[in-house]
């Protein structure tokens, strides 16, 4: 080990290499709990360093873990000890922008945040958004195939990656940077690397597409008692909006509950004895126009008693402050620790069966004191749970994952919605995925990455 870090050092330079306390005392996960543990963490510059650095490790059969924003919440890059950590921080350039093209070519380590500002600048827009855009950077985003609150209008990351370029196992340097939207040349290789999660090369560069910027933003928070008006509200916004519906977000009572009671920050919109709060969004490049198609749905959706209350963000200040419920994820984890948190996909129509199937589950192995928190972008068929039983070292994460997951299996549903697989899920992959795809995910991974030294032991054994 100390002749390969040696090697890397001449590689990289002191600044790139980080060895000792200087890796231990860097966090291991978002919520600043932990420390790293690993040999080292390596900082190249450029992708031509990543490339060196890589020949060397598969030289030495050295594993390398990649780690981005830490925001991940799968256990994607958990490190052992024997590991040496990738980081891309060093890598943060926005190198072009073309506003004809509507394309920005980004090196992995940017924040999310900063491209977003930046299209912003140029009069566009960058889509893919969530709660940790100022951290998430976005080589993490492309190899978790992130989703966010926008899906049901944008698509996840891949739908945002026109190509990318990244780093094999021994080095070799994979340049894909297509800038058109169209490009049937043969095997689109950047889907190779787009939600592998660091397992089959590690992204160094990425052209974004970029999508124009909106003028207008319509934003209601509405509450209803009945699970089978939701679908019908989704339609009819759908329909009504012409494309123009942004977000579709739902929270159960229990987590609107939650927020509010555990955060004094936030001030309650409306009553909290509803079943069901479901933020909706629109944007359009029309103000006036779209508020009247808007607030038309909305007299609509009361008309036919498909809600029971509503409340209307009349300034970006209260926009802001609707949303903020919605994202407090600290809250609600600082809340219900000890905590176990899930992030699933079904068909919306059986969703309320689900959720009463868990609830039920969970009450018969921890009594009426577990708690559970229902959210998610019900627009796309994606929940979150998360499940607390407030007694220290009484939630085994594995009995959590029996009750959120064995009901799961009969209706068809995915254990990651947009989270991925990483270490967490890991064992729960065959629920979700036939022995043929598995297989193929295997065959996949060997090819590239012989040796196992990328990210092992996640996503796949």
């Known amino acids: 080990m100390v002749g390969l870090i040696s090697e890397i050092r001449e590689i990289v330079g002191d600044t790139g290499l980080l060895v000792g306390d200087e890796v231990t005392g860097r966090a291991e996960n978002w919520m600043g709990l932990g420390s790293i543990s690993a040999q080292a963490i390596i900082r190249p510059a450029s992708t031509e360093e990543l490339s060196q650095v890589m020949a060397a490790c598969y030289r030495a059969d050295q594993p390398v873990v990649p780690m981005g924003g830490l925001t991940g919440l799968v256990l994607g890059t958990q490190t052992t000890g024997s590991e040496v950590v990738i980081s891309l921080e060093r890598m943060r350039e926005i190198e072009t922008l073309d506003e004809t093209g509507a394309t920005m070519i980004v090196q992995a380590g940017v924040a999310l945040q900063s491209v977003?500002?930046?299209?912003?600048?140029?009069?566009?827009?960058?889509?893919?958004?969530?709660?940790a855009r100022g951290s998430a950077n976005i080589g993490g985003l492309i190899s978790t195939n992130a989703g966010g609150n926008q899906v049901i209008r944008y698509g996840m990351m891949r739908e945002q990656v026109l190509g990318l370029e990244a780093?094999?196992?021994?080095?070799?340097?994979?340049?894909?940077?297509?800038?058109?939207?169209?490009?049937?040349?043969?095997?689109?290789?950047?889907?190779?690397?787009?939600?592998?999660?660091?397992?089959?090369?590690?992204?160094?560069?990425?052209?974004?597409?970029?999508?124009?910027?909106?003028?207008?933003?319509?934003?209601?928070?509405?509450?209803l008692n009945n699970f089978e008006n939701i679908p019908k509200l989704l339609r009819l916004f759908g329909s009504a909006l012409g494309g123009t519906l942004n977000a579709f977000e739902v929270m159960w009572q229990n987590y609107y509950q939650l927020i509010l009671n555990g955060n004094p920050a936030h001030k309650a919109p409306m009553?909290?004895?509803f079943a069901y709060y479901i933020l909706i969004e629109a944007a359009g490049g029309d103000q006036e126009a779209d508020l009247g198609r808007f607030m038309q749905t909305l007299e609509t959706a009361l008309e036919q008693e498909l809600i029971e209350d509503a409340v209307l963000a009349n300034s970006g200040e209260q926009r802001d402050a609707l949303w903020a419920i919605r994202d407090d994820i600290m809250t609600l984890v600082v809340t219900m620790l000890p905590i176990a948190a899930f992030d699933v996909s079904l068909p919306i129509a059986d969703m309320e069966s689900y959720i009463e199937q868990v609830e039920q589950k969970m009450h018969e192995k921890w009594g009426d004191r577990a708690k559970l928190a229902v959210f998610g972008h019900l627009g796309d068929s994606n929940i979150h749970l998360a499940i607390g039983t407030g007694v220290e070292n009484e939630l085994d994460h594995g009995d959590a994952e029996h009750v959120v997951y064995d009901p799961l299996v009969p209706f068809g549903g995915s254990v990651s919605a947009e989270h991925g697989i990483g270490l967490e899920k890991k064992a729960w992959l065959s629920s979700s995925r036939s022995p043929a795809e598995v297989n193929l995910m295997k065959t996949l991974k060997q090819a590239l990455d012989p040796k196992n030294i990328l990210n092992p032991g996640k996503v796949l054994d």
Request: with cysteine.
């Open 167 to 223: 780093v094999l196992a021994d080095g070799t340097i994979i340049s894909s940077m297509n800038r058109m939207l169209k490009n049937n040349a043969g095997y689109d290789l950047k889907q190779l690397f787009i939600g592998s999660e660091g397992t089959l090369g590690i992204v160094t560069r990425a052209v974004l597409r970029l999508r124009p910027a909106l003028s207008s933003d319509n934003t209601v928070l509405v509450a």
């Open 116 to 131: 977003q500002e930046r299209a912003e600048q140029a009069g566009l827009c960058f889509p893919l958004d969530l709660g």
């Open 271 to 273: 009553p909290d004895h």
